[in-house]
């Protein structure tokens, strides 16, 4: 399974996480500190596998922004790629060419979308256009729902 | 209180904060904003903006406990674009330690029977998420009902949260196997994955479920024969392989199922050759997928032919462009170089060459390269791990996984191919073993006897002598754990210093650390003290200027201040400034010895104590300066000394090139504030037209 997924620029400020164990505060930020520091800190070339304690760690860098996704030691590595891949595509169909301050704007349709793709640290969904479609529905409801509500009432 | 923001106006004015305090400022007069507006009862629809710039502002790393019941009433709301934040925040504050998140559990309960499929989607995504064991235990049978009856979208949710339920109550697996069964029956690919992923848990946690899931086998390999020669499938395409994702869940779960059981692998057989030999290897997903093929089959009962097909992939895989998929064969090949060498042995070729590559595939390829060595190609390895030296020091550097098994490559390459090495070497190496306090009785006796052998290799001679005359104590003790035992005298290891200090192949480097090891050596050995002043007389009027500068302060110490001898034993410095620092050291030794003598300390010789020549706490005039003194590495020596002995240490690993003595000190002084500031890249603003991305960069590349 997936443990964590981390988003941050290249100046190590965080974007977005997501915890798929229960982890206290204080050990998150020790973990968002041992990452950016490990992960700015690779060479261009270097490959993208590192371990750390028992897990593997896979990033990848998008433009500014480095995602880095933690996995249990028994995944496979590459495949941990694609599911980065296939994210920063969802995030592209939805927002259009995608950069990073639409993450920072928009973060709460960043996590919407990560859970119509991922849940409990695995992947839900492996279709693109059913994600899609989803997200669509549900922004779609919330905007129903909401001038439903503003409705004076009654 | 002024009006609270909408969220997107209060990130921008975070953002726009030219300093942390400004920030601050910002983020306090938002949050108290924020506490207002959920003190209030009804504020229409900006409820869930407030709870949004919580989140924004939690996700800084400021606290956010004050919204954890906030989200529960947002939980509870009617709204669903409340319930959407109240979720998410959930999510974010709450976890099973908090007592908080118990008062949710009545909320996903009502919110998995909602009329409306997203909104059980949330209840779903959330129990799966931060579920505790009682909330999981309270809940399992909704989840049960929701894996057998309903629409595939809530399916696949559904399985995927009975999975977290599995692994935080186990027994609760019985409860989902038999659905789990039934979902393999599906065609909708999102609740297959889901399906595969339960009974993969189930199988994982639980060997009589394993035995009861054999029989899926064949449904498996039905599934997977679908994907593999089914035409092109929009919905699930990815660079030509249909459904990757689930093709290695399947795959996995096939391994599980095939491990230590002759029929279940035998009827997965014709498949995983067939995905071997088909699967389009071009792009990183395809890789992905032939990397799993490769651990099931290699891991399964599989026959003979089929091992070798999967090996000869991995073979391929080395010679990749794609550093990631090298690292990935190098992994694989070292799991199964024990029981499958043979097949290994036929790339040995390519796996020498990865040692050319300056990265973490290298500790790999070095690790399976020694493991491949045998007494047919010992030469012939040899050889190519020579060329390939200094790739190995440097990855040994960044990747060892052990001290040990650090400190044994680079003696091994220094041995083999010694005269291929960077001058650096020489310090780095005696910076680790210094940190390797554990193994110095191993590394020295390895060393001594490496010495012995051969002096033709400077590098390996210097240290060689550092280690003696800074662990000679050790050697002459004899008994070390690690090595076998053999008995060292005094006078073998100084026939090896003095070996060392005659010989024609010693360049006057490696002779300066052969006379300091002599040195040393006298204040931790105790009958041939005479013989050691000899040998040090003796170069007081050698040609080498360094070495007769060296020769003639040592014996100052032996003449006049016999008791400080003993400092030598704390010169405990290293680097190519050795020379340079324990000439400063020993000039302010004899300066401290003139301040004692004004002190009127007493010239009682003080007795050689233990292993590493520390002075004992006698209670000389001078003992208590001494005390303070004699101190291995930590305790400050006289001012002078604790500049150059403290900054060396971090010196060294930046610096290659030698110093005069004028320079050593005040150089390595200033470096130390290099190595503590970190660099700070410039904060990045929109408008900068830097090579660098900027946040308004487009993430899709190409």
Known sequence: MMRFLLLFSRQGKLRLQKWFTPISEREKKKIIRDMTSMVLARQPRSCNFLHWKDLKIIYKRYASLYFCLAVDNQENELLALEVIHRYVELLDKYFGNVCELDIIFNFEKAYFILDEFLIGGEIQETSKQVVNRCIESSDMLQETMEEYMSKPAF | ?702
């Open chain 2, 1 to 702: 209180m002024s009006p609270s923001i909408p969220l997107q106006e209060m990130i921008r004015a975070i953002r726009s904060a030219r300093t942390q305090c400004e920030e601050r400022g910002v983020i306090q007069r938002e949050c108290a904003a924020i506490r207002a507006q959920f003190r209030q009862v009804d504020n229409g629809g900006a409820r869930s903006h407030n709870l949004a710039k919580l989140l924004y502002v939690h996700m800084l790393g400021y606290p956010a406990h004050f919204g954890q019941m906030e989200c529960v009433r947002m939980i509870a709301s009617p709204r669903y674009s409340e319930k959407r934040v109240g979720y998410l925040g959930a999510m974010m504050l709450l976890d099973e330690k908090q007592d908080a998140s118990l008062l949710i559990t009545n909320s996903i309960k009502n919110d998995l029977a909602h009329s409306n499929q997203y909104v059980q989607s949330l209840a779903l995504c959330t129990l799966a998420c931060m579920g505790s064991a009682e909330m999981c235990r309270d809940l399992a049978p909704e989840i049960d009902r929701l894996l057998r009856a309903s629409n595939s979208y809530i399916k696949k949710k559904a399985a995927l949260c009975a999975v977290h339920i599995v692994r935080k109550v186990h027994d609760l697996g019985e409860l989902f196997a038999p659905a789990a069964r039934s979902l393999l029956a599906e065609k909708n690919h999102g609740v297959l994955h889901g399906a595969v992923v339960l009974i993969t848990q189930l199988c994982e946690r639980n060997p009589e479920a394993l035995e009861r899931f054999r029989k899926t086998v064949p449904d498996l390999v039905q599934i997977m024969k679908g994907l593999v020669i089914s035409g092109y499938s929009p919905e699930h395409d990815v660079a030509g392989i249909s459904d990757p994702f689930l093709q290695v869940r399947i795959l996995r779960l096939l391994r599980i199922l095939g491990r230590h059981n002759e029929t279940a692998s035998d009827a997965m057989n014709d498949l995983l050759a067939q995905v071997a030999t088909n699967t389009d290897s071009t792009k990183t997903v395809g890789n992905a997928v032939l990397y799993e093929t490769v651990l099931t089959v290699l891991d399964i009962k599989s026959e003979s032919g089929l091992r070798v097909l999967a090996v000869n992939i991995l073979g391929r895989f080395l010679l990749n462009n794609d550093r990631n998929i090298r690292y990935i064969a190098m992994t694989s090949l070292q799991r199964i170089v024990g029981t499958d060498h043979n097949a290994v042995q036929r790339h040995r070729g390519t796996i020498v060459d990865c040692l050319k590559d300056q990265d973490a595939s290298v500790n790999r390829a070095l690790e399976l390269s020694l493991a491949l060595v045998s007494a047919s190609n010992i030469r012939t390895m040899m050889k190519e791990l020579a060329q390939a030296a200094s790739g190995i020091f440097h990855a040994a550097e960044r990747y060892a996984p052990s001290q040990r098994w650090h400190i044994d490559t680079i003696l091994h390459v220094l041995t083999t191919a010694g005269g291929d090495v960077r001058d650096e070497t020489v310090p780095n190496l005696i910076q680790l073993i210094t940190n390797t306090s554990e193994l110095h009785c191993y590394t020295v006796h390895k060393l001594y006897r490496a010495l012995l052998t051969d002096i033709s290799q400077p590098s390996l001679v210097q240290v060689a002598c550092w280690c003696i005359g800074e662990y000679g104590d050790l050697l002459l003790k004899g008994e070390c754990q690690e090595t076998e035992p053999s008995q060292v005298t005094e006078d073998d290891a100084l026939d090896a210093l003095e070996t060392v200090l005659q010989s024609h192949m010693s360049s006057p480097a490696t002779r300066g650390f052969a006379l300091t090891a002599t040195m040393k050596l006298s204040t931790r050995i105790t009958e041939n003290v005479d013989r050691i002043r000899s040998i040090v007389s003796i170069y007081g009027s050698c040609m080498d200027v360094e070495l007769q500068q060296r020769a003639v302060e040592y014996n100052a110490l032996f003449r006049k201040y016999d008791h400080m001898r003993y400092l030598t034993s704390v010169l405990y410095v290293i680097g190519s400034n050795e020379e340079a620092v324990v000439s400063i050291s020993v000039r302010c030794s004899l300066q401290v010895c003139d301040l004692l003598d004004l002190l009127g300390g007493s010239e009682e010789p003080l007795q050689p104590s233990t292993a590493l020549g520390l002075p004992n706490s006698t209670s000389t005039a001078g003992g208590d300066l001494l005390d303070l003194l004699g101190g291995l590495e930590l305790t400050p020596l006289a001012p002078g000394l604790t500049h150059a002995h403290t900054h060396t240490h971090t010196h060294t690993h930046t610096h290659t090139h030698t110093h005069t003595h004028t320079h050593t000190h005040t150089h390595t002084h200033t470096h130390t504030h290099t190595l503590v500031e970190t660099e700070r890249e410039p904060e990045v603003k929109n408008l900068t037209k830097t090579k660098l991305q900027t946040e308004t960069s487009s993430l899709r590349i190409k």
